[in-house]
């Protein structure tokens, strides 16, 4: 199983949206509904932030949403606030229990 | 709450093998999710290496499957991951978690750093 691909960086002004991408294959984003959206603060543990796709986790702002699209998934951040500054990475359900994540991308708040 | 720790030695040589252990409280291993490792390199992506159900079924990375053997305790409340012929490409932060049905993980141990170095 691959990496996910993301890009490896993403920026926007407080107040802005940003879209960051996901693209895997037809044997994992493409075929399963089960994608996630981790935030990652420096020296932190990843949080989850969106599961199956475009579902929040009780206590997510309503400012992240998730939307899939064939291969590739997305994870859009509105109304950007300065404490959205992270890494972001996205995973999905690959068959048998396994699970690939993406590289990860950093989101900068200018 | 469901809170988990990882714990291990921080430092592994060479050839060695990898051992680490997450003590889970506030819910039962039981509870019906699956107990899953993932690692992370410094400064890079995540990679997951795999995860237990509270029968004992185990679930590994193709990549790592031929070095890797997760186990559980159910009566102690941990999980163990043992990673063997360890090279420095193994150096990283080792995260434990709870991982639901279809592979999302929440909540995730602090993280303990593992460092392949003689």
């Known amino acids: 199983q691959s990496a996910l691909t993301q890009p490896p960086s993403a920026s926007g002004s407080p107040g802005q949206s940003v879209t960051i991408s996901c693209t895997g294959t037809s044997s994992d984003v493409g075929y399963y509904n089960h994608v996630s959206w981790y935030q990652q603060h420096p020296g932190k543990a990843p949080k989850v932030m969106i599961y199956e796709v475009n579902k929040r986790p009780s206590g997510v702002p309503d400012r992240f949403s998730g939307s899939k699209s064939g291969n590739t998934a997305s994870l859009t951040v509105s109304g950007l606030q300065a404490e959205d500054e992270a890494d972001y990475f996205c995973?999905?359900?690959?068959?048998?229990?396994?699970?690939?994540f993406g590289g990860g991308t950093k989101l900068t708040v200018l | 709450q469901v809170q988990l720790q990882e714990s291990g030695p921080g430092l592994v040589k060479p050839s060695e093998t990898l051992s680490l252990t997450c003590a889970v409280s506030?819910?039962?291993?039981?509870?019906?999710?699956?107990w899953g490792w993932i690692r992370q390199p410094p400064g890079k992506g995540l990679e997951w290496i795999g995860s237990?159900?509270?029968?004992?079924?185990?679930y590994y990375n193709p990549s790592l499957k031929s070095r890797v053997t997760i186990s559980v305790d159910t009566s102690k409340k941990k999980f163990s991951l043992k990673l063997t012929s360890v090279t420095a490409a193994d150096t990283a932060a080792y995260f434990c978690a709870r991982v639901g049905s279809w592979g999302s993980v929440e909540p995730w141990g602090q993280g303990t750093l593992v460092t392949v170095s003689s």
């Open positions: 995973s999905s359900y690959a068959g048998s229990n396994n699970v690939v």
């Open positions: 237990i159900y509270h029968t004992g079924g185990t």
């Open positions: 506030g819910d039962s291993i039981g509870s019906g999710y699956y």
